[in-house]
């Protein structure tokens, strides 16, 4: 079955520190991948996406993801976070027609 | 301003009564879905439509339905709310052509069913 794990449930960082958020999936096929991040009290945005070329794929606000196709993975990292950095973070594999999501990751950044 | 509208945003209502929650998208996408989002279960899809009159069933569609009638509106209706149904409501549109998958979601409505 399709799937997407998001390992990490809650994650707490101090600002400053860096951030790596795993995401795994199992899906049979040609994979499009995101990051969407849903800041408190508002809607999902797209952070950032891959569909082909270049494996590292730069986002918005300094985010950027890798998928390792080997590993069925798309990490999200940021090398330096900030308070406003804390949100939900939602991994998504899918296709044409339907996208696949992983449970999220609450991320709090410590002033 | 291109955007999805979701009404009402908040809702409390009794176990068995109808109700409807509209969403409307002002960017002529073909895509509309919609979606709960409950903790620790991320986002599931209830029902999409990739046209007007074109339908169909999501991960979790028990107990709703949708209609598309017209290509910017896309409502979800309960028609007998239960308590399991309370929970985070996000529409969401795209156009179905190229490689543009990036989703636009709604505001969300919060639905509480006693």
């Known amino acids: 079955a399709q799937s997407v794990s998001q390992h990490n449930h809650h994650v707490i960082l101090s600002e400053a520190a860096s951030l790596e958020l795993g995401c795994n999936y199992s899906?049979?096929?040609?994979?499009?991948l995101f990051w969407y991040v849903q800041y408190p009290g508002q809607h999902l945005q797209l952070l950032l996406k891959?569909?082909?070329?270049d494996p590292l794929v730069k986002g918005i606000k300094g985010f950027e993801a890798e998928f390792i196709k080997s590993k069925f993975s798309f990490n999200l990292r940021k090398p330096s976070v900030q308070w406003s950095d804390t949100a939900e973070y939602f991994c998504a594999v899918g296709s044409n027609y339907q996208l696949i999501w992983g449970a999220g990751t609450k991320l709090i950044i410590k002033p | 301003e291109a955007q999805v509208t979701q009404n009402p945003r908040y809702l409390i209502t009794v176990t068995g009564k109808k109700l409807t929650v509209t969403c409307s998208q002002n960017?002529?996408?073909?895509?509309m879905s919609w979606y709960r989002q409950d903790p620790g279960l991320g986002l599931r899809q209830i029902y999409y439509s990739m046209n007007v009159e074109v339908t169909d069933k999501g991960d979790v569609p028990e107990g709703y339905k949708v209609s598309r009638k017209e290509k910017r509106n896309f409502p979800l209706i309960l028609e007998s709310p239960s308590p399991n149904q309370t929970s985070l409501y996000f529409c969401?549109?795209?156009?179905?052509?190229?490689?543009?998958?990036?989703?636009?979601f709604g505001p969300g409505t919060r639905l509480t069913v006693t």
């Open positions: 969401a549109s795209r156009h179905m052509r190229g490689l543009s998958y990036e989703q636009y």
């Open positions: 960017m002529n996408h073909e895509y």
């Open positions: 891959y569909f082909s070329g």
């Open positions: 899906y049979g096929g040609t994979v499009n």
